[in-house]
C-alpha cells in the first residue's frame, strides 16, 4: 500500500516544486553560484525596445544585446545607450528593480532626414488647428482668385500627393485675405482673417471663414468679434474644466494652486506648465509606483519655471530651455504626437526631446523660418517654413522626415 502511495505523492510534490520554480523565474529570480555554493537571487526585467528596432543595446558601456529583447538582471541602477547606424544615439539611466518590469522605449531619429517640398506658390503665416492635423496659411503670390486662404489637411489619404492636399478656403474676390493674419477657433470649425487697413492699421477688418469649403461670402464680424470672443474662451475654459474633472480631488487641488498651465499632451496625461509660485509640491501617489521613469525629477518649484507634471506616475519634470513660453501657450514647444516627446525650436534649430527633459536631440539646424515647425499628426515627419535661404524666393512649406 505504501509502495503504492509513492508514486503519486512524489508527482504531486514535483508538480509543486515546479510551479513555485515556473513562478519564480517569471518573476527574474535566477540561481547565482557564488564561490560554488548556489543561492536564488532575485532580478528585475529589462525591456529593451527602439523605434525602429534592431539597434545595438550598451549597458554600462558593454554592448549586451540588440532591440527588440528583454533582459534579466541584478538589481541596480544602469546607464542604457541605444546605437543603431544612420539615427542619433539614445540614452538614459535606467532603474532595475526586483521583479519588476522596466522599459527603455526609444525613439530613435535619422541623423540624415529628407526634405520634400509641400507647396509651390509661396506661403505666408501657417498655423496650425487645435486638432494638429490642419495647417491653414495664406498665398499672395498668384491672381486674385488664386491668393486668398489655404488649409492643408495633413490626414490626407496617401493616394494623395502632399502637393494636392491643400484647399483653398478664402480669395481675394472679397478683399486682401493674402495679408490676413488666422486665429483658429477652439473646435477647428472656423477661423478669424483679419486684415489690417492700409490707411489706419490699427483698425483692421474681421471676416468669419469656414474651415471645410470654400467661402463664397465670408463673414464681416468686426464690430460683433467680442462676442464671438467671448464664446470661444467659454468653450476653452469648458474643455479645460472637463479635463480637471476627470482627475482626483488632490491633482485637482495640486493644479489649481501651482500650476499655469500651457498646454495638455495628446492623450491628456502630462502637463506641460509654468509654475505659479514656488512652492513644494505634495506627494500624490506614495510609495511611488514601480517600474516608472527613473529620471531624477523636481518637486521644488521656481515660479515662471517650466515643467512636465505626469498624471498617471506622479512624476513633476523642470524643463531648461532658454526661450520660455507664454502663458497663452506657445509657438517654440509643441507636444509631439506620442506625448512622450516636446518639439522645441530656438535660435534657429529644432529639436525633440522627451517629456522628462532628456535626449534633447537637435533634428534640423537648416534655414527656417521664424518658429513655424509643426510635428506632422502620425510623427513621421516635421513641417516647416523655408525659402531654403534664398531671400530671393517666397517661402514655401516643407517636410522633414524624421524615419
Known amino acids: ?46 525591456v529593451a525596445t527602439s523605434q525602429p528596432d534592431g539597434g545595438q543595446v550598451f549597458i554600462n558601456g558593454h554592448l549586451t ?45 535619422v541623423t540624415t532626414p529628407k526634405l520634400e517640398s509641400i507647396t509651390e506658390i509661396g506661403v505666408s503665416n501657417p498655423v496650425i488647428d487645435p486638432s494638429g492635423t490642419r495647417l491653414a496659411y495664406t498665398v499672395a503670390s498668384q491672381s486674385a482668385r488664386k491668393n486668398g486662404v489655404y488649409i492643408l489637411d495633413m490626414t490626407s489619404r496617401p493616394i494623395l500627393t502632399l502637393q494636392s492636399a491643400s484647399t483653398q478656403i478664402a480669395s481675394e474676390a472679397i478683399d486682401r485675405f493674402s495679408d490676413a493674419k488666422l486665429t483658429w477657433s477652439p473646435d477647428g470649425q472656423e477661423l478669424f482673417a483679419t486684415i489690417p487697413f492700409a490707411q489706419n492699421p490699427e483698425s483692421p477688418t474681421t471676416y468669419l471663414i469656414k474651415s471645410n469649403g470654400f467661402n463664397e461670402n465670408p463673414q464681416d464680424v468686426t464690430e460683433t468679434i467680442e462676442s464671438i470672443l467671448l464664446v470661444w474662451n467659454q468653450e476653452k475654459e469648458n474643455k479645460e474644466k472637463s479635463r480637471i474633472d476627470g482627475l482626483s480631488k488632490k491633482v485637482k487641488k495640486l493644479i489649481a494652486e501651482n500650476f499655469k498651465v500651457l498646454s495638455w499632451s495628446i492623450d491628456e496625461t502630462k502637463i506641460l506648465y509654468t509654475a505659479s509660485s514656488s512652492a513644494k509640491l505634495p506627494l500624490i501617489i506614495n510609495p511611488a509606483l514601480l517600474g516608472t521613469d527613473a529620471t531624477p525629477q523636481e518637486r521644488s518649484l521656481k515660479k515662471d519655471s517650466l515643467y512636465v507634471y505626469d498624471i498617471k506616475e506622479d512624476k513633476n519634470f523642470k524643463i531648461d530651455i532658454v526661450s520660455q513660453p507664454t502663458d497663452q501657450g506657445s509657438e517654440s514647444l509643441r507636444w509631439f504626437p506620442d506625448s512622450r516627446h516636446l518639439l522645441f525650436v530656438d535660435n534657429g534649430k529644432i529639436s525633440i526631446m522627451e517629456y522628462d527633459g532628456s535626449n534633447n536631440t537637435v533634428i534640423f539646424a537648416g534655414p527656417f523660418m521664424d518658429n513655424y515647425a509643426f510635428p506632422w499628426p502620425d510623427g513621421s515627419k516635421i513641417v516647416i517654413l523655408t525659402n531654403l535661404g534664398n531671400t530671393n524666393i517666397a517661402p514655401n512649406l516643407y517636410t522633414i522626415g524624421l524615419k
Open 65 to 109: 544585446t540588440a532591440t527588440n529583447n528583454t533582459l534579466n538582471l541584478p538589481p541596480d541602477t544602469y546607464n542604457i545607450k541605444i546605437v543603431k547606424v544612420g539615427y542619433f544615439p539614445w540614452e538614459k539611466t535606467i532603474k532595475v528593480q526586483k521583479e519588476v518590469v522596466s522599459a527603455t522605449q526609444a525613439l530613435l531619429f
Open 1 to 46: 500500500m505504501q509502495k503504492k502511495l509513492i508514486l503519486p505523492i512524489a508527482i504531486f510534490l514535483f508538480l509543486i516544486i515546479g510551479t513555485v520554480l515556473v513562478v519564480l523565474y517569471g518573476k527574474g529570480y535566477r540561481l547565482d553560484f557564488d564561490f560554488d555554493k548556489p543561492k536564488l537571487q532575485g532580478t528585475g526585467l529589462l
